[in-house]
């Protein structure tokens, strides 16, 4: 069974900074799309960020574009996502996502992917 496993969260003031990872075990999910989701308290699980299958095709939420910046290190299996200007509307469970197939294109539906992490909580303090 594939494995993804996130950490970095935590908490941090409003305006700070943190940067989520997210480990794979299997080398073929750098040829997959990756993505980060999020689901805030009481909602629901929401698209924050997509990897495409080229590592330079990214794609973001109007909610955090020009704030998160996701990559990858195909030589660690290591998907990040860097968060800045964090604000409190940001405080979720952010998971980390991967699909089964080296498709093209872009998924920002959670039923779009088929591996998932834990989840890793990001709380934004005032």
């Known amino acids: 069974q594939a494995q993804l496993v996130e950490s970095g969260g935590g908490l941090v003031q409003a305006g700070g900074s943190l940067t989520l990872s997210c480990a794979y075990s299997?080398?073929?999910?750098?040829?997959?799309?990756m993505g980060w989701f999020r689901q805030p308290p009481g909602k629901e699980r929401e698209f924050v960020a997509i990897?495409?299958?080229?590592?330079?095709?990214?794609d973001y939420a109007e909610s955090v574009k020009g704030r998160f910046t996701i990559s990858r290190d195909n030589a660690k299996n290591t998907m990040y996502l860097q968060m800045r200007s964090l604000e409190i509307e940001d405080t979720a469970v952010y998971y980390c996502?991967?699909?089964?197939?080296?498709?093209?294109?872009?998924?920002?539906?959670?039923?779009?992917?088929?591996?998932w992490g834990q989840g890793t909580q990001v709380t934004v303090s005032s």
């Open positions: 299997d080398s073929t999910f750098n040829d997959r799309p």
């Open positions: 996502a991967a699909r089964k197939w080296n498709s093209g294109g872009y998924y920002y539906t959670p039923s779009e992917y088929h591996y």
């Open positions: 990897l495409a299958l080229s590592t330079i095709s990214t």
